[in-house]
């Protein structure tokens, strides 16, 4: 499992290097940065000065190497556009879409499971087939079409709910949250619902469908011959069987997650990252963007190598660690 | 007491295309202790028969007529959790291929221990301990720790052991064993074969074993039901039905086994193919492939004759008597 770890450690440093380069790669692509700096009529010598002093005479490689140091320290320098830290910028927003894509992501588990299994086991009822057109109108509406279709609905219509912000927010230390006041709470309702819709209707079908194929399997028909009882067979025996393809989805997809809520934040005026990336693109704030890239890539990663980690705890053929039988 | 009876049970699977029935017309009788081998080729409805004894047909499939008792007591009509508790507590069932047999994310411990205490009323460590004894009575070296390893750290042979330790562990008093040395190595069959009989001495559990591996009937069974498309053909005592079968089909399976000694060019084997399931003749469904058919085969089906021990359906031992 250590081997296992390191092996995954040293495969994510090279990702990340890789998404360090291309985000590097994206300030070259906004032409030469000394440009903008230095006045319409400056001479040669003082554009050569400035670009002396922030080192870009230097090679390219060296530049790279630099800005992978400070990147690994949290430093992307100063967003071009309000010259603040954007390593701050970042910070005051990562907590509103962490919240949103964490109460999405809860939501999705906590309703796709159960009601896979139900349409699972089920599948000729009332309830199992109503959900599972609903689930594919869930599945091909686009998510912004939804959003505003649930401002209608909640805000405007019967105006239950907010229609953008976070509502009324605590800080605990650096971190500002929605969860500890009502405003902030039904304010957090119709974006995450709207941010969720995907994943639950994705998670739901393919419980049912992982659930329907597990059920056909020998190692079911055995325990059903066994007299095993149908509480235990469809939710220790098959579940956890199901759970591991799931699984891999779902990792992979809160990575989604994460990068849909830019539509999601836009919709519904969150103050997250996903706006203040959105902003950055119409500004050309290539310190914003590149910092964002190299942050969203870095929770692809831990997700990922966590999915990859959680597979050995539901499945024992993966932990290669064990002595293996005699075989 | 007759432990099992099976009478006239017909199995019918009821499609778009109209009805077809699986097996028809099967019965047949079982002794506490015995083994009965049940054999014929693929599709000949064995395997239908031992899930319709255990209630583990799956629709569109059902039972549409006959009866299934255990000792006396009906069980083809219970209510699907009356029937459940049979199983496995009275009717155990081993599979054919181990190697999916098992839940592979459960230790064999767990398996074992949940259902021990689903039929018997145990404490956790009771059964554990039951447990690693009956790892041990199939021959699992070192049960104590190998209780707590999952499947795939087990041979395949080893894990037929573990299957049929999950059939006996609430001692059943009939165990249906459907084709349970199929997907092993030639060598592991024998083994497996020998604890299964051996197994069957000490508990006293009655076996129905089905296979199409005459070989196994030959040195396992005490008597062996032929089945051919849906129905039994020959029933009898296995060293009788060996030396002398009756019916031509049991004849021709006789005739079909490789022998060790000079061979003959080539194997004999029966000409043509068993009928499927929606196509079976009017008379007798062996008499297009039969070599001794005559007029009423054709026409007329010939019912099973004779005793629960020793009986054949053919006209050539009812209208011709030997």
Redesign the interface.
Known sequence: MLGFLVRRVIQSVFVMLAVALIAFLMFRFMGDPVNSMVAENASTEERAAVRERLGLDQPLWLQYGRFVARAAQGDFGLSWRNARPVSTLLAERFPATAELVLVAAVLSLVLGIPLGILTALRPRSFPAQSLQLISLIGISLPTFVTGILLILVFSVWLGWLPSFGRGDVVDIGWWSTGFFTLAGLKALILPSIMLCLFQLTLIMRLVRAEMLEVLRTDYIKFARARGLSNRSIHFRHALKNTLIPVITIFGLQLGGLIAFAIVTETVFQWPGMGALFIQAVSFGDVPVMAAYLVLVSLIFVIINTTVDLLYAVLDPRLRVDGARGAH | MTLLSVKNLTVAFFGRSGTVNAIEDVSLELEPGEILGMVGESGAGKSMTGAAI?G?IEPPGRISAGEIRLEGERIDNLPPEAI??????RI??I?Q?PL????????VGEQLI??IR??LKLPREAARARAIDWLRRVGIPAPEA?ID??P????GG?RQRV?IA??LC?EPRLVIADEPTTALDVSVQAQVIALLRQLARETGVAVILVTHDMGVIAETADRVAVMYAGRIVEVGPVAEVLRAPRHPYTSGLMASIPRIGPRPEVLPQIEGAMPRPHARPPGCAFAPRCPHRFVPCTDERPELTGTPVRSVACHLTTEVPA
């Open positions: 255990i583990l459940r508790r049979i199983r496995g507590r155990g069932a599979f291929d999916t047999s098992l839940n592979p994310v459960l230790t949940e259902t689903t039929h190998r390893t999952y795939h750290q087990y041979s080893m299957v999950l059939a609430a």
